[in-house]
Each structure stands twice: as structure tokens, then as C-alpha cells.
């Protein structure tokens, strides 16, 4: 069965985010390609959009340990849509993503 794919911005699609999701490569919890990011339950964020990616560190609670909070690193994209947070375990996966983002939506410089 086919998935559907739904943008996170309205009005920013792609042509074919099937196709483009099966070259995709794992980061974390999501996929990533040149051109987007893709979430699980078939929303993609397209690079395309983004006006802005900020990385972070960011924290998230988790029941019965570590005091209640564990630390994560963080993408920030900000979209005509709004801002999305993006978390991911380490370093090197989160500035990978922050990069392709920052080249697919031309704010590399």
C-alpha cells in the first residue's frame, strides 16, 4: 500500500515525495535527503521552506530516570508555517541534518 505524504508547510510540496523518500537515508528518528526531512506518519518538511535553521541543545522528559530529563541535540527550522524543533541522540546526526537543511533551502552562504 502506498503511503501519503502530507507537507508541514501548505504550499510546499514535492513533485513526488515517494520517489524521494526511498533514496532517503536514516537519521535518528527521521529520514533525510537532499531536498526534506521526513517524519514518521507521512509528514515531510521540504528545505525549500525553510528560512532559518538554528541548532541547540534541547532536553526531554523521560519517566524513571535521570532525574526526569535527559539532554538532546536540536534542529530548529524555522517556515512560513512556524518553527519545528527536530531531536536527535548526537551531535554529528544533528549537525549533518542542519546542514543539508541550510543547503536545500540555500542559507548555506
Same mark, same amino acid.
Request: glycine share 14%.
Given at each position: ?9 501548505p504550499?510546499?510540496? +514535492?513533485? =513526488?515525495? /515517494?520517489?524521494d523518500?526511498?533514496?532517503?537515508s536514516r %537519521? #535518528?528518528?527521521?529520514? *533525510? ?5 521526513y517524519?514518521g ?8 521552506a525553510?528560512?532559518?535553521? +538554528?541548532? =541547540?541543545? /534541547?532536553?526531554?522528559?523521560v519517566?524513571?530516570?535521570? %532525574? #526526569?530529563?535527559?539532554? *538532546? ?7 512560513p508555517a ?9 551531535v554529528?546526526t ?16
Amino acid at each position: 500500500m502506498a503511503r501519503t505524504w502530507k507537507s508541514m508547510v501548505p504550499g510546499a510540496e +514535492l513533485p =513526488d515525495p /515517494g520517489a524521494d523518500y526511498r533514496q532517503a537515508s536514516r %537519521a #535518528g528518528q527521521y529520514k *533525510v535527503s537532499a531536498l526534506t526531512l521526513y517524519q514518521g506518519g507521512g509528514s515531510y518538511l521540504p528545505f525549500s521552506a525553510v528560512t532559518e535553521v +538554528l541548532r =541547540d541543545k /534541547g532536553s526531554v522528559h523521560v519517566t524513571g530516570c535521570c %532525574a #526526569g530529563g535527559v539532554l *538532546v541535540e536540536r534542529v530548529v527550522v524555522a517556515t512560513p508555517a512556524g518553527k519545528r524543533a527536530f531531536l536527535f541522540d548526537t551531535v554529528r546526526t544533528a549537525d549533518r541534518v542542519a546542514g543539508l537543511c541550510r543547503a536545500g533551502a540555500g542559507l548555506d552562504g
